[in-house]
């Protein structure tokens, strides 16, 4: 069982560039989710797609797009990267009366 | 502004010894979570509490949910290095899509 991958496990990026982290889940869940982890900070959510079709934004949306580009596939863009977003990116799927699955993590640097 | 309060935000430990780790909020919660992650990987659901005073038993851990919905407990007894890891909490707000998280105990069992 796969559950939630997310691509890529590590990136290096440099002020300015853009890049997509992508997230698939093979669990046919409606609801998927973009969080960052940074120390001391615990889990923030950036975006979320209750349903396909359908995106909002959570508590750290700024400087972030997504894409819920099929039930399965989450996607999360950064135009223009900043220092400040560096972070560890966890995706995360939930169906209807259950729990988050957590994929295992992109960790982003900018320098 | 942390939804969810957690306290310590680390703790460690010898083999065998008892543990606990809280989790306080001046918000009612229909529900609340606890996740364990490690490192390198997401987070997964230890267990979710939903009726006031309600106390759950997960092997050697054990749950409680404050009265009122507000805080919540994990008591782990006779720690082992396997205990070791991030604990976090996460309740729903006015948007049941939204799962909001504590800042996380990192918790350190030393054999």
């Known amino acids: 069982n796969a559950g939630v991958t997310q691509t890529p496990k590590f990136q290096v990026l440099k002020t300015g560039q853009s890049m997509t982290l992508q997230c698939a889940q093979d669990?046919?869940?409606?609801?998927m989710y973009w969080y960052r982890q940074d120390p001391g900070m615990g889990l923030r959510l950036i975006y979320y797609s209750a349903s396909e079709g359908t995106t909002d934004k959570g508590e750290v949306p700024n400087g972030y797009n997504v894409s819920r580009l099929n039930k399965r596939e989450f996607s999360l863009r950064l135009e223009s990267a900043a220092p400040s977003q560096t972070s560890v990116y966890f995706c995360?799927?939930?169906?209807?009366?259950?729990?988050?699955?957590f994929g295992n993590g992109t960790r982003l640097t900018v320098t | 502004t942390q939804l969810l309060e957690q306290s310590p935000q680390f703790l460690s430990i010898q083999e065998g010894e008892n543990l606990t780790v809280y989790c306080n909020s001046s918000s009612v919660f229909s529900s609340l979570q606890w996740y364990r992650q490690e490192p390198g990987e997401g987070p997964v659901l230890l267990v979710t509490?939903?009726?006031?005073?309600e106390v759950k038993k997960l092997k050697r851990l054990t749950f409680q949910f404050g009265d009122a919905r507000k805080d919540s407990s994990l008591h782990i007894t006779a720690a082992q290095t396997g205990d070791t890891g991030l604990y976090l909490c996460?309740?729903?707000?006015?948007?049941?899509?939204?799962?909001?998280f504590g800042a996380g105990t990192t918790v350190t069992v030393r054999a």
């Open positions: 996460a309740a729903r707000g006015a948007d049941d899509y939204k799962l909001s």
């Open positions: 509490v939903v009726t006031g005073g």
């Open positions: 995360a799927s939930r169906g209807y009366n259950s729990p988050l699955h």
């Open positions: 669990m046919n869940h409606n609801s």
